[in-house]
Structure formats: structure tokens, C-alpha cells
């Protein structure tokens, strides 16, 4: 099977690759690259680099340069991106492809010497192929995060393809190699607050060059892993859907505005308009102090997160009652948004125990195929009302670009982490990638100063 996937893979390649697919690949590298810069912040993050990296490399926010493993740069540019909850994804597969894509090829490019264009494509193929298997699966197990599942696949096959510049047949060889394992991290310690899941994406992306690098330099698997014993570790039934290419996937991926769990974006946006419209009668951003309750309807699949009361920073963000109450009581609840005063809010707090969150079986009927669709009612104490309603989350779908605020959002994270000169430099870079040569790609990454 992973002869036939990676050659349907090649042949999307070179019928789907056009500007708008490239201008998709290049945001979702930039938008990692940023989110990757604003999590890399956290004291725990910095110590664990200290540890890996070289003095000489620690400085800079993207681990580059010939002192650091390729591996060793994966894992350490990863390793933040979960942090603030900005990661990329896909609605359909429930995974998150650049968050793995991003750190795991650009470390094989560093290390092949591959261009711009190798690395556009070996993004793409892995990609459509890492999706295709989430696809096929439909979720994870029950108690497993989808982190370092499908994701790691696709990031083996866009790694081999930059590291042998193309060779179909390794290609394929590679991901029947990174098929004999078959990782499962712990779901609960990534709901319920624990930093140590941001170990996951950084552990997958390692996995990936790992194989990679192993699968193009003569390790070999037995024939069939991929759907003898990966895919049925996974349920990943039927597997006709490995095989439908009929569009291309990637336009269907999301990128987040809000720093919160997937699932709440659907009322994260729907309280947006309700603020956007309260603020349009009062400029003063924090809501009048009369508001008796708030009313939240869901589909079930999002009914996990309902804990009014979360312990840790991390596990605000998994909290549907604290990140309405959070954007209510301090006006937004955007890209940078921090929990950590919010967490000790009286005002907060007290207004998160007013949120009911209630499954409505026809939102819970769109879902995941239409949208995360959800409805937000806030209710005053002079029993007026306001409600909204969002389907399709901001940032997901075909129309993504088109929303001005994701395309601030990698400007905006960066602002004051980074120089603006240096920033700059990569952004230009990175819109004329297909022309750009390994050496300044990295030698941009590596000029990322504070």
C-alpha cells in the first residue's frame, strides 16, 4: 500500500502544486515558524534547550547550524509549538500537519542541502499523505492524542523526499520503515493541563527525521507495515479513503486565531461577534458588570472541555466556561491573549461558574463535516440578551487567507521576540522560496535575532 499511496502522492504533486497551494505551504511554514518563536518564550522550553543545544544556538529562537543533530533541531523547534495553543490543523483528519511538517523538514533540508522548491514539495507530499492516513483512521483511540500518529508519516515522507531530492521508490521504502512504530501519547495529560504533552510533537518530529534519515541511508521494514500493523493499531478502516485524491486536502486545513483547544474555536468566534457588536454601542472593551449567565450550545465532541475551575495556565485553554469568561471580562480573546492573570481573576472565575455548556444534537450533526459549530446566549440581569452563532471557525477552510487577522497573526506573535529587520528578511524569503537555496534559507533562520 505504500507504493501505491506515495505514487498517488507524486502524481497530486504535479497536478495540484499551483500558486494557491503554494501560498498555503508558505503561510503554514511561516505561521509554525512564528507560533514556534512566541511559545519558545516559556522558562520550561529555554531550560530543556540549554540542555540539548549548544551554547552558540541557544540564543537563537529557531535552532539552526551544523552543532546541533537534525534530529536534535526538530525535537527543540517543536518542542514549543503546543504551548500557547496556536498550532495549525485539520478538521477532517483531527491532527495538526505543519506543527509536524515544519520543524521535521526544514531540519532535512538543513541537513540534504536541498532548495526552496524541494522543500515546498516534500511539505506538500507529506501533507496529502500524513491527512489521507488521519482520514482513514477517524480520530484517534479513545485515551490517545492524535499528536505522533498520522502526523509523524506525513512528516517521514516529507522529509524523505527533501533528503533524496525526489527518489519515489525511497520514498515509499521510508514510510513502510517509519510504519513499524506505532506511537501513543496519553490524551488526559494534554486536557487536563500537564506541560509535559509538549513533549509529544517534539518527540514525533525527532521520530520522523530519525526515519527518515535511517530509510534513505539503507534500513529497510517488511513489506506491508502500513496496513498489516500501523493501520490497525489505529482502527484506520476503511482504507479506501488512503486512496481518494480527487482535491487536494491542504485547503481544507485550519490555522487558529484563538490560543484554545480545536474544539472551542466554534464559541471562541461566536462570542467575538457578540463583543464586536456590544463594543460598536461602547467603546469600553470589559462588559458593563451585568451579566447573569451565559448560555453555550455544542456539539458533543467538544463537551469534554466544560471544567469552570482549571488548575494550570495550560489547562485554561482546554476550558470552554473559562475562555468565554476570560474574553468577556478582559474584551478578546486573541492570538496573544495569556491566562495566566486570568487564572486568578475573581471576576473571571466567578463568571466561569455562570457558564452552561449544553450539547445541541443538530450542531453535534455538523460536526466535523460543517464546521465546529456552536452558539453562544448572553444573558443580562435586566433580562435582555445577546446570541451568536458560528459554524465554520475563522482560519478554517479554503477562505482562510482571506481573514486579515491570520494573516497578521505571524507579524503579530513575533512583534518584539525577534527584529523586525530579521523578520523581514525571512518573510521576503519565504515569498520567493521556489528561487531560494538552502544557504539562505538557513542563514535567514539563523539571523533571527532578538
Known sequence: ??????GQAYAALHSWLDQSITDRLKFGLLDTIAVGIYGGVAPEIRALRQIFAPPSTTSNPWVTGTSTTPSTKAFLNALPLTVEQLQDGHRMARGHPFAHLVPSCLAAAEASGASGLTLLEGMFLGYETGVRIGLAMGGTPNGIHDIGTWGTLGATVGCAHILTGGDQAQVAATLRLASTSNTGFDTATVFEGYNGSHLYLAIACQFAV??????????????????????????AYPTEK???????EIVRGYFKLHPTV?????????LDQILSELRSVNPDKRLPPNVERV????YRAALQ????????????????????????VHGDLGPMSRFDQAL???DVLDLARRVQVSEDPILSARYPLYGRSSRVIIEFTDHTSIEAEQDLPLGDGPDALNHPAILAKPDMLISGIVSDASWRQLRGLVDHLEQATATQIFAALGDLQP
Open 242 to 248: 488512503l486512496l481518494d485524491w480527487t482535491h487536494p
Open 210 to 235: 530519525q526515519f527518515a534519515l535511517a530509510g534513505t541511508h539503507g534500513f529497510e521494514a517488511a513489506p506491508g507495515t502500513l496496513e498489516r500493523y500501523w493501520l490497525p493499531r489505529t482502527s
Open 1 to 6: 500500500m505504500a507504493n501505491e499511496l506515495i
Open 295 to 298: 448560555d453555550v450550545f455544542t
Open 305 to 328: 472541555f466544560v471544567n469552570p475551575e482549571p488548575r494550570t495556565v495550560d489547562e485554561c485553554r482546554f476550558s470552554i466556561p473559562f475562555t468565554v469568561a476570560t474574553a468577556i
Open 262 to 270: 480545536a474544539h472551542t474555536h466554534g464559541v471562541n468566534d461566536a
Open 344 to 346: 486568578t481573576d475573581p
